[in-house]
């Protein structure tokens, strides 16, 4: 059984940019949450979908954005990309709303210059 | 956002020592898990701990649900070389909020 896949692994944009990352969690999970973890850091709560439907965010600004699609693939938005976004994106699927078990995704790293 | 106090917070051990580390929160949890992550990969979760006071081992690795249900702890013991790496707490509540909220780490190095 695959995974949560993450892509790109790695992305790099320039300051001002858009960046988009896309996962796919685990056959049979409806939940899809994204974290952010700063270079040496924690992880940083972002965004919880389930069943195609925003559920939770964390404290980011408006410019960090999602959605999910009807196969419950994910896809995470950042618009007007500043130096501090370079970190490692995360997403992991639980089985169902309510589920703790997390599993994670290798990671999209984002650099920006 | 809120994060979980994990102590330490980097740790150097010798091989075959046994380690120990603890997570402590300011709130209620009723559900605990603990993930190790390796560089440049997502986390990997080892334990999950689902009652106040539940003892929980997976091989090497013994976890405990703290009885305030505001702390928990991770035992490795026999440490060896793959066992480095950062490891992370992390609390959850079912609900509307529902999300797993994570402790600062704990790096771990194993030296031979």
């Known amino acids: 059984e695959a995974g949560v896949t993450q892509s790109p692994t790695h992305l790099i944009k320039t300051r001002g940019q858009q960046a988009t990352l896309r996962c796919s969690p685990i056959?049979?999970?409806?939940?899809v949450y994204w974290y952010q973890q700063a270079l040496g850091l924690g992880l940083q709560f972002l965004l919880w979908?389930?069943?195609?439907?925003?559920?939770n965010r964390g404290n980011f600004p408006p410019r960090f954005s999602g959605r999910q699609f009807p196969n419950y693939s994910s896809e995470l938005n950042v618009n007007a990309l500043e130096l501090e976004d370079s970190a490692l994106y995360l997403c992991?699927?639980?089985?169902?709303?309510?589920?703790?078990?997390?599993?994670f995704g290798q990671g999209t790293r984002l650099t920006v210059v | 956002g809120q994060q979980l106090n994990q102590s330490p917070q980097s740790m150097f051990i010798q091989e075959g020592e046994d380690v120990s580390m603890n997570c402590t929160s300011s709130?209620?949890?009723?559900?605990w898990l603990w993930y190790k992550q390796d560089p440049g990969e997502g986390p990997v979760l080892l334990i999950a701990?689902?009652?106040?006071?539940e003892l929980t081992s997976n091989g090497r690795l013994t976890a405990q649900f703290g009885i305030t249900r505001k702390d928990s702890f991770l035992n490795i013991s026999a440490s060896i070389p793959s066992d480095v790496g950062i490891y992370f707490c992390?609390?959850?509540?079912?609900?509307?909020?529902?999300?797993?909220?994570f402790g600062t780490g704990t790096r771990l190095q194993v030296t031979l």
């Open positions: 992390a609390g959850f509540n079912t609900g509307t909020a529902s999300k797993l909220t």
């Open positions: 979908y389930d069943e195609g439907e925003e559920r």
């Open positions: 992991a699927s639980t089985l169902e709303q309510g589920r703790a078990e997390a599993f």
């Open positions: 701990l689902y009652k106040a006071g």
């Open positions: 056959s049979g999970h409806t939940s």
């Open positions: 709130s209620i949890f009723n559900t």
